[in-house]
């Protein structure tokens, strides 16, 4: 008799938890609307690159206008899903941090910070990580990309996913602007979350992607590449860092076909579809305009052209790196608040997961 009170009373507690869950959850579901929040990340995998500027940052600066919420993220837990050299990371956190101040993006807008300064970022992984199949991961386009040439690919690469899905979910991200290749990763986010959410009740919001409008710019030296930070050889981009000559030599030998006038066709000649989405990035022209332009020019007199262009485009930036760069406290001190206003959101979101998780 005592033990089957005791037994109703376990069960009737219970049922009683599971209840306010429910209704906690039906309360949200029907009465919170999750405020918009942007979210974005960059690796400090080195000096951006016009590929990373045109098809990330200048659209980051743009929303910082349109959106009252805004957090951009030095992602260096995600730079180490490949080796780095300490030294090296340590002076790209720095740099890189100052390339963005240097294109517009405003700490006192939005949040700037580094993501290793907040540890909840690994704590929500592991936490959507134990509600995540392998299955979801195996057929990603950037895992099997990223390590196909390699003996040993690590856990981390393997994972990097959820850790992307926990940065975003941490704040309640609702907004993601990407590039097209990333929009799988953001689905993956958007999954993580509703198994969470039926799991354990109502809590993170479904985060949207922010197509980015930019074109996928490509390698100067293989077109059919993306531009990449980490690609060994320096001539396949334009960093932002780079002097007018270098970008003139650099675009001067950007691989094009042999033929020499100005035609846009991505297809057939992609080194010059590049060139000139490279100009309509800049211009906001469309590619059919550039083409009507230059009736009659030789594509070697087009690069110069262009060359002019991105060198008006990205000396300013160049020289406010250099300004910024010459006072590293100041950097410092920005990554500092930086990280106080993202913990100041974080801090909440992971203790509520945690009592949801049934940690408290
Ligand atoms: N070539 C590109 N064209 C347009 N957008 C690009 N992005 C990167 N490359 C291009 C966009 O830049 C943002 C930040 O990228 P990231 O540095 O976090 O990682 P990534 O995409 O892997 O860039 P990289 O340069 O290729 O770095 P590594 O070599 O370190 O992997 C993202 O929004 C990305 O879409």
């Not at 659209?59 to 730079?79: C, F, G, P, R, T």
């Not at 700490?107 to 300064?117: E, T, W």
């Not at 930019?214 to 077109?223: G, M, Q, V």
């Not at 042999?258 to 992609?270: A, K, L, N, V």
Request: with cysteine.
């Amino acid at each position: 008799m005592a033990l089957s009170s005791r037994f109703s009373s376990k069960i009737l507690r219970s049922t009683c938890r599971l209840a306010r869950r429910y209704l906690c959850s039906s309360i949200s579901n029907n009465n919170v609307t999750f405020p918009e929040r942007v979210f974005s990340g960059i690796q400090p995998t080195g000096i951006p690159h016009i590929g990373n500027y045109f098809g990330a940052i200048k659209n980051w600066v743009k929303l910082q206008d349109a959106h009252e919420n805004v957090m951009y993220s030095i992602v260096d837990l995600h730079s180490i899903t490949v080796p780095q050299d300490p030294a090296v990371l340590r002076e790209n956190i720095m740099s890189m941090t100052a390339c963005l101040l240097a294109c517009g993006i405003d700490p006192d807008r939005g949040i700037l910070f580094q993501q290793s300064q907040v540890p909840w970022h690994t704590e929500l992984a592991w936490i959507l990580g134990c509600n995540c199949s392998l299955g979801r991961l195996d057929h990603l386009p950037t895992w099997k990309e990223k390590s196909a040439g390699m003996k040993d690919a690590m856990l981390g690469l393997y994972t990097y996913p959820v850790l992307q899905a926990a940065d975003i979910l941490l704040y309640k991200g609702t907004k993601v602007p990407v590039g097209e290749d990333q929009t799988c990763h953001i689905e993956l986010s958007r999954a993580l979350a509703k198994l969470f959410n039926n799991r354990f009740g109502h809590y993170f919001p479904q985060p949207e992607v922010l197509l980015t409008e930019a074109p996928r710019i490509k390698s100067l030296r293989h077109p059919d590449k993306k531009m990449s930070k980490s690609e060994a050889n320096i001539k396949s981009r334009i960093d932002l860092t780079d002097s007018p000559d270098e970008i003139l030599q650099k675009v001067k030998k950007a691989v094009v076909d042999s033929q020499s006038e100005i035609t846009y066709d991505e297809e057939g000649r992609p080194g010059l579809a590049n060139l000139i989405g490279l100009e309509c990035a800049i211009t906001q022209k469309s590619p059919s305009q550039v083409c009507e332009e230059n009736i009659g020019v030789m594509l070697g007199q087009y690069k110069v052209t262009l060359a002019d262009l991105l060198i008006a485009e990205l000396t300013p930036i160049k020289l406010e790196m250099e300004r910024l760069l010459s006072d590293r406290h100041h950097i410092s001190n920005i990554i500092e608040k930086g990280r106080d206003k993202a913990m100041e959101i974080a801090g909440p979101n992971i203790a509520e997961v945690k009592s949801l998780v049934g940690f408290k």
